[in-house]
């Protein structure tokens, strides 16, 4: 198959012309199969360069073909797993031969839930985008719109006022929180503790319950917008977040006991699906995936943005990078944002939540009523949205899954040129067949778990 | 903060620099994504750089110096082709074969150069600025007899 990708490169030329005249429509795709092949039916050098691609091994593109051996066994076969396995956290699908009850060899096949969010983003206004991007990683809806309207607001070359970005540093955190806590839950309904599935959502609905009071949805909420934040928060806001502070930690003790200690649990996690912090480094895997290996990376400490560099907090490490370490980083990741979130709620400064600029923010309700011009300019916002000078820019911020990246091409309308999100779960998925290499399919389900995918991420 | 050099490379040296970078001790392939100027052909490049219709972004983070770099590397219409980074960051395969899938560029000697978001078989590649939209007439009135 490598060959033939050469020849069609050379022969690209001439079949573009043809391309371009039908519009970009290519008469047929030949890329061949997305999945995973039978070793009989591929070819000792694309094995080779499969070590690499479908086991994507680092040590991999060092393989000689000569030294693979393809053994005809009957004992070898490849299963499917998902899309519509339960344990798959959503249409995730899996293609695994294996030998006997040990996985040899994993393809992840994503795109089941592909609904081309970046090229809906480039016909929305930058003053819309931020709805869309929100449904992209459902769990982390904050981050999501941030990494959108920090990108926006860089192109724009905004300061952000204080208040403003210290709401933002609040919600991302009680975000981590829920993600975290929903991870939680979903790990222990994979590896049988229901239990553990009820306290989870329990927990994350009561801060769920603090989202919608702030933003009206518990999901999705659209609240961080270039430019600040949609509306201040509630009167009485800091009673909600101590509320949280007082509940959770006890809370998390009680996991503590329920899982941490667990012989049952323990046995599920301990040495199951391990990887180093070379193959995650290499792997480009990031968050909780690339720190459980021991590596300390958190772009909230090591390049900080919002406000991260005024509070104090731990980047929590593991040591030899298995499902274990996954699960207690994110566990004690919890405890790390219930200590921001304290100094957050002590240093909330007074001020606007948006910024005061005319260019991109609307007028408030009020004015409407009152001004003819604030109403003109209510309109004009909405409908035209607000132009964004020309340029490209990459941000970056620590989502609860690791890297979310946003590169944004501006061509000096109201609407982005292009917007490319780097998913964090989608990279870290490729780490997957690694993580498998050599286990038995029962440890499967515990580290799919452990990786936390968010499908709708994934696919975009 | 999120402040990143950036480079505007050749297609020629793209793999030299990027070995390069690497020794450098950038270690990680954070994304790789890719833009087609067709609609937008006049956009602000330096001196020497010839624009190309497509273009790939690669971004390279070094952990140890705590650095990003941008590479941006123009890729002509009339052979949407580039180096695969896979044989440097094995990281790289899965968000390379996203840029072929929606971009349309084929990335030489990819081990696994196939779709990955869009179904085997579908024709095109839907980030292109070619690439229509679609659109399905929706009727607002109401139909008669109902509502």
Redesign the interface.
């Known amino acids: 198959?490598?060959k033939k990708?050469?020849d069609?490169?050379k022969v690209?030329?001439s079949s573009?012309e043809e391309e371009a005249e039908s519009?970009?429509?290519?008469?047929?795709?030949s890329?061949?199969?997305?999945e995973l092949q039978e070793v009989e039916d591929t070819g000792r050098y694309?094995l080779s360069?499969?070590f690499?691609?479908?086991l994507?091994?680092?040590e991999?593109?060092d393989v000689d073909p000569g030294d693979i051996d393809i053994e005809f066994s009957d004992e070898k076969m490849i299963i499917n797993m998902g899309p519509q396995h339960p344990s798959t956290h959503g249409v995730l699908r899996l293609m695994m031969e294996l030998d006997g009850e040990v996985i040899l060899r994993t393809k992840p096949v994503?795109?089941y839930l592909?609904t081309?969010m970046?090229?809906t983003a480039e016909?929305l206004t930058f003053l819309q985008g931020p709805t869309n991007v929100t449904r992209m990683d459902y769990l982390s809806p904050f981050h999501n719109e941030l990494v959108f309207s920090?990108a926006t607001e860089?192109l724009l070359g905004l300061e952000l006022p204080d208040r403003a970005s210290w709401i933002r540093t609040l919600m991302c955190e009680l975000n981590r929180c829920t993600s975290h806590l929903m991870w939680m839950a979903t790990n222990g309904m994979d590896l049988g503790s229901s239990s553990m599935m009820i306290y989870g959502f329990r927990e994350r609905e009561m801060i769920l319950a603090f989202f919608e009071k702030v933003t009206g949805l518990r999901m999705n909420h659209n609240y961080i917008r270039p430019g600040g934040v949609a509306a201040d928060l509630p009167d009485g806001w800091e009673d909600d977040v101590l509320a949280i502070l007082e509940t959770i930690p006890g809370r998390l003790d009680e996991y503590d006991e329920l899982l941490t200690g667990q012989p049952i649990f323990r046995e599920r996690v301990d040495n199951v699906g391990i990887i180093t912090a070379e193959q995650a480094?290499?792997?480009?895997?990031?968050g909780p995936i690339l720190r459980s290996t021991g590596?300390a990376?958190d772009l909230r400490r090591?390049?900080?943005?919002l406000n991260y560099d005024q509070v104090e907090f731990d980047v929590i490490v593991g040591s030899i990078g298995d499902c274990f370490d996954r699960y207690s980083v994110r566990l004690n990741e919890i405890r790390e944002s219930l200590r921001i979130i304290a100094q957050v709620v002590e240093k909330m400064p007074a001020g606007d939540y948006k910024i005061q600029d005319k260019k991109v923010t609307p007028p408030p309700r009020v004015r409407i009523d009152e001004s003819m011009e604030a109403l003109i300019h209510h309109f004009k916002i909405y409908t035209e949205g607000f132009k964004v000078p020309?340029?490209?820019v990459?941000?970056?911020v620590e989502s609860p899954r690791g890297?979310i990246?946003c590169?944004m091409?501006s061509?000096g309308s109201a609407k982005p040129?292009?917007m490319?999100i780097?998913g964090p779960s989608?990279?870290n998925?490729?780490t997957l067949p690694t993580m498998l290499r050599g286990g038995i399919i029962a440890d499967a389900v515990a580290a799919i778990s452990s990786v936390d995918p968010v499908m709708g991420e994934v696919?975009? | 903060?999120?402040t990143?050099e950036v480079l505007h490379v050749e297609r020629s040296n793209y793999l030299a620099t990027v070995t390069e970078l690497k020794n450098q001790g950038y270690?990680?392939?954070?994304?790789v994504?890719g833009?087609?100027y067709l609609?937008?052909p006049g956009?602000?490049l330096p001196e020497g750089v010839v624009p190309g219709r497509y273009e790939v972004?690669v971004?390279l983070l070094s952990?140890g110096n705590?650095s990003?770099v941008?590479i941006r590397v123009q890729v002509p219409?009339?052979?949407?082709?580039i180096e695969t980074l896979?044989?440097l960051?094995?990281?790289?395969?899965?968000?390379e074969r996203?840029v072929?899938d929606?971009v349309?560029i084929?990335f030489?000697?990819?081990?696994?150069?196939?779709?990955?978001?869009?179904?085997?078989?579908?024709?095109?590649?839907?980030?292109?600025k070619?690439?229509?939209?679609g659109a399905v007439p929706i009727q607002f009135k109401s139909v008669n007899g109902a509502g």
Not at chain 1, 23 to 29: G, K, W
Not at chain 1, 31 to 34: A, K, R, T, V, Y
């Open positions: 198959m490598l990708m050469n069609s490169g690209d030329a573009h519009l970009a429509l290519v008469p047929e795709t890329e061949g199969p997305q694309e360069a499969e690499g691609s479908t994507r091994l680092p991999g593109v994503v795109g592909h081309g970046e090229k016909g920090m860089q480094i290499a792997l480009s895997a990031t590596f990376w090591d390049m900080p943005y020309e340029g490209e990459y941000v970056a890297e990246g590169y091409v061509d040129y292009r490319h780097r989608f990279v998925l490729q696919d975009r | 903060m999120n990143s270690e990680m392939c954070v994304d994504a833009v087609d609609t937008h956009r602000e972004v971004n952990l705590r990003r941008r219409e009339d052979d949407p082709t896979f044989f960051y094995p990281g790289s395969e899965a968000m996203e072929y929606l349309g084929r030489q000697n990819h081990p696994d150069l196939t779709r990955i978001l869009m179904p085997e078989g579908w024709e095109g590649h839907p980030l292109r070619d690439y229509s939209m």
